[in-house]
């Protein structure tokens, strides 16, 4: 009974997680939809990476901890902080620029409801 408990328990702080997670994330992807870029690290600016290191940490720090449960707990890794972390970085050609793929983001998170655990 006393590992169900605890199971049950870590459970429910994966899930606070996500969700602080998600809402971390929106916070960030709203400030870059209204034209703050980094976030995507889009440019590789030395600059713009320090100025926006500490919404990046805070979201490794976030996403690391759920990922800790999620292993703990038999689960999948977090699939919103993966899908975030393939979208960073140097973008192809025809790329749209960041304030445009942060829109996409919250529309997409809006439309899904998606905290895709």
């Known amino acids: 009974m006393a590992r169900g408990e605890r199971l ?8 606070e ?12 992807l709203q400030a870059t939809a209204s034209g703050k870029w980094g976030l995507f690290d889009h440019n590789g600016d030395r600059w713009t990476r320090v100025a926006i290191a500490p919404v990046i940490d805070r ?16 689960l999948q890794p977090f699939e ?12 192809g050609p025809q790329a749209v620029g960041e ?7 919250l529309d997409r998170l809006a439309r899904t409801g998606d905290s895709a655990s």
């Open 17 to 28: 997680l996500e969700a602080e997670y998600t809402v971390e994330l929106i916070a960030a």
């Open 8 to 15: 049950a328990r870590l459970d429910e702080r994966r899930l």
């Open 99 to 105: 304030p445009k793929q942060a829109r996409a983001w």
């Open 80 to 91: 919103l902080q993966q899908q975030f972390l393939a979208a960073r970085g140097k973008p």
């Open 59 to 74: 979201l490794g720090e976030i996403g690391e901890a759920i990922d800790k449960a999620r292993a703990q707990l038999d």
